[in-house]
């Protein structure tokens, strides 16, 4: 198949798919996945392959419509800018490769068919449950092979219902699925007669391990993370926050604010313009160390961190200090999707001068946030918990946040930390503030 390809690839006309500029500083990618195989049809600009840099994910497109005529470059790998993945053939070649498959003779399929009729397991070999084999974990497929028990008989536990290695090695210890082996090994796409499950073997230290190579994305993040340690004198000084005036506010005008601007009214909005307030009287959370000089910043990009499954992002929103809530929470939506679904450019996670991090989304009600290096200050939001408080001389039940903020004590003191601290406690729990530049 490889021979007639290499051929048929001589004979006509093939485009190169090659690795796409991937932004300033960046010169490698390692290949996540291909979304097509060899002589499968693609059209123009359609999606091929999933590149993961040190920064961002990103697709290599189809430059031209055809047949992968080949693919070069297999997952895992690392190229640089301007490497050849593979190439598409093209025009008459493409439709003569395509006619180049085998079809099924009407005989096989008929001995198939009864095959499948006559044999339970091989109904289940053939029907839709059956398992992807690109997208079973790598102990997942090694523990296949080496016990002959079909995933495709073992009731995953996993996301999207996928098997996972706990589910293969519960099936082992409870010998269920004697009845129900796969052939010698499950890849094997003929169905043929299940031969008997080999004894389960001991659960060693090995068959409980997984070993997985750190994406370029988290190897960044670590890097990052730890130089940030490294470098700076970092300290992170607590206050808590009253929301009861902000949740009030927000649950007024949330019905008419959607309906206005096109997007929901959340809670990130106020604490960008909070910020942006502290920001203005405390201008050293704003700066940056550059070897012996201080570089202060007379613009505010924020940088807002996401999680996503991939890691941590912080996507920008430039000149925060210039938009209203409505603009700054559309754009704050905007890039949760983006960076849900890896869209996310390096242009939108780049230039920011202070970041806020949400860690109460998941339920923390407090944390020391690191640094985003050369940044000098981070701030951390919290669960918003009821607690009893004091509220002239009497106890009451309030909806209360604890803040965090982490910075650079090189460059900023104590006293301009907790001011600016104070700063955004105030404008939050009265937002009057904001208006009249309080």
Not at 113 to 121: C, G, L
Not at 125 to 130: E, N, T
Not at 286 to 296: C, K, P, S
Not at 336 to 342: P, Y
Request: aromatic residues 4%.
């Amino acid at each position: 198949m490889r021979l007639g390809m290499r051929l048929l690839k001589d004979l006509c006309m093939t485009t190169e798919i090659v690795v796409p500029t991937l932004g300033e500083s960046v010169t490698e990618a390692t290949v996540g996945r291909w979304f097509k195989k060899p002589g499968e049809a693609v059209k123009a600009d359609e999606a091929l392959a999933e590149l993961e840099t040190d920064k961002v994910t990103l697709e290599v497109n189809a430059p031209a419509a055809g047949v992968i005529a080949e693919i070069l470059v297999k997952e895992g790998e690392t190229v640089g800018v301007g490497a050849l993945l593979g190439t598409i053939a093209e025009g008459a070649a493409a439709a003569a490769m395509g006619a180049s498959k085998p079809a099924e003779k009407p005989a096989q399929a008929q001995v198939a068919s009864a095959a499948q009729v006559a044999t339970p397991s091989a109904v289940q070999a053939a029907s839709p449950r059956s398992p992807n084999v690109d997208v079973l974990a790598p102990s997942v497929r090694r523990i296949a092979e080496e016990t002959g028990i079909n995933p495709a008989t073992v009731s995953g536990t996993g996301k999207d219902g996928r098997v996972t290695k706990g589910d293969m090695l519960s099936v082992i210890e409870g010998g269920a699925a004697s009845a129900s082996a796969a052939p010698s090994s499950f890849f094997e796409k003929a169905p043929s007669p299940a031969p008997a499950v080999r004894p389960a073997a001991p659960r060693t230290i090995e068959a409980r391990e997984e070993r997985v190579r750190m994406t370029k994305l988290r190897q960044t993040i670590a890097r990052r993370l730890k130089e940030a340690q490294n470098n700076a004198a970092m300290l992170t000084t607590f206050n808590e926050v009253d929301m009861s005036t902000i949740m009030d506010l927000r649950n007024r005008y949330k019905t008419i604010f959607e309906k206005k601007h096109g997007t929901k009214l959340g809670f990130m909005g106020f604490f960008v313009k909070a910020v942006l307030h502290a920001l203005h009287d405390v201008p050293s959370v704003n700066a940056e160390i550059d070897g012996d000089d201080i570089i202060y910043k007379n613009f505010y990009h924020i940088g807002i961190a996401v999680g996503t499954d991939r890691g941590l992002v912080v996507p920008v929103v430039r000149d925060a200090d210039h938009k209203s809530v409505a603009e700054i929470e559309k754009e704050i939506t905007g890039f949760g999707v983006k960076a849900r679904d890896g869209k996310l450019s390096l242009e939108e996670m780049q230039g920011g001068t202070f970041t806020i991090s949400n860690g109460g989304v998941y339920g923390s009600l407090m944390s020391t946030p690191i640094l985003n290096a050369p940044q000098s200050g981070i701030l951390g939001m919290h669960k918003i918990q009821e607690r009893p408080v004091v509220v002239n001389g009497k106890i009451e039940i309030r909806p209360m946040m604890y803040l965090a903020l982490s910075y650079d004590h090189r460059l900023v003191d104590g006293k301009e930390a907790v001011t600016f601290l104070v700063h955004v406690k105030d404008a939050l729990e009265d937002p009057q503030r904001l208006i009249l530049d309080l």
